[in-house]
């Protein structure tokens, strides 16, 4: 299956600085996404284990939808490193009456450790100008189950608020756990 390259929704698709880029979300990244959210399910909205004919119908039957949507409710990303996918990612539950979204990003799981802070923030640079520049939202969200401290820290040096910790809000192995969400709204920069 081959995808568009472009959502209708955007009049610019693709986002680089240096040796990173997004691109829209590319069907032969499908089984290297399905890898990492299998890895990472523990901070993930994911309830089981995804596996090749769900991860095949889920980007023919909803993420190939996406790309001719006027206002799809997600826009997602292959989050690239010299043309190479290294993670993906995007804009979800988007609201466009109230002109916000909510950030997603994973990365590959190997790459966590050495590179978790410089990709997130790559990410969230170029992810920053889809949103505000292109599509004109106000403002973005972050909604973490609080098991990764280390995201803060990265949130906050790109401006990040912490806007609110949800108390004992998700249950992760057998205990409640809180969530934490930050946000960002437009800068005058975009």
Same mark, same amino acid.
């Given at each position: 299956?081959?995808?568009?390259?472009?959502?209708?929704?955007?009049?610019?698709?693709?986002?680089?600085?240096?040796?990173?880029?997004?691109?829209?979300?590319?069907?032969? !990244?499908?089984?290297?996404?399905? /890898?990492?959210?299998?890895?990472?399910?523990?901070?993930?909205?994911? @309830?089981?284990?995804?596996?090749?004919?769900?991860?095949?119908?889920?980007?023919?039957?909803?993420?190939?939808?996406?790309? !001719?949507?006027?206002?799809?409710?997600?826009?997602?990303?292959?989050? =690239? /490193?010299?043309?190479?996918?290294?993670?993906?990612?995007?804009?979800?539950?988007?609201?466009?009456?109230?002109?916000?979204?909510?950030?997603?990003?994973?990365?590959?799981?190997?790459?966590?450790?050495?590179?978790?802070?410089?990709?997130? =923030?790559?990410?969230?640079?170029?992810?920053?100008?889809?949103?505000?520049?292109? =599509? /004109?939202?106000?403002?973005?969200?972050?909604?973490?189950?609080?098991?990764?401290?280390?995201?803060?820290?990265? =949130?906050? /040096?790109?401006?990040?608020?912490?806007? @609110?910790?949800?108390?004992?809000?998700?249950?992760?192995?057998?205990?409640?756990?809180?969530?934490?969400i930050h946000s960002k709204i437009k800068l005058n920069g975009y």
């Open positions: 299956m081959i995808f568009p390259k472009k959502y209708k929704v955007l009049n610019t698709n693709e986002i680089s600085n240096n040796e990173f880029s997004i691109v829209p979300i590319r069907y032969e !990244d499908r089984l290297l996404i399905m /890898k990492w959210r299998n890895e990472q399910m523990y901070h993930l909205r994911q @309830a089981e284990l995804l596996v090749e004919e769900k991860q095949e119908d889920y980007f023919k039957n909803t993420v190939a939808g996406l790309f !001719d949507q006027e206002k799809p409710q997600q826009l997602l990303f292959s989050f =690239l /490193k010299d043309g190479v996918c290294i993670g993906y990612g995007g804009l979800v539950h988007i609201n466009w009456i109230d002109e916000n979204a909510e950030i997603s990003f994973i990365m590959s799981t190997e790459l966590e450790k050495e590179f978790f802070e410089e990709y997130w =923030l790559a990410f969230l640079e170029l992810l920053e100008i889809i949103a505000f520049k292109y =599509l /004109k939202l106000h403002k973005l969200t972050t909604y973490a189950f609080d098991l990764r401290p280390y995201l803060y820290n990265v =949130l906050e /040096k790109k401006q990040y608020i912490r806007e @609110a910790r949800l108390k004992e809000h998700c249950l992760f192995q057998n205990k409640f756990i809180d969530v934490v």
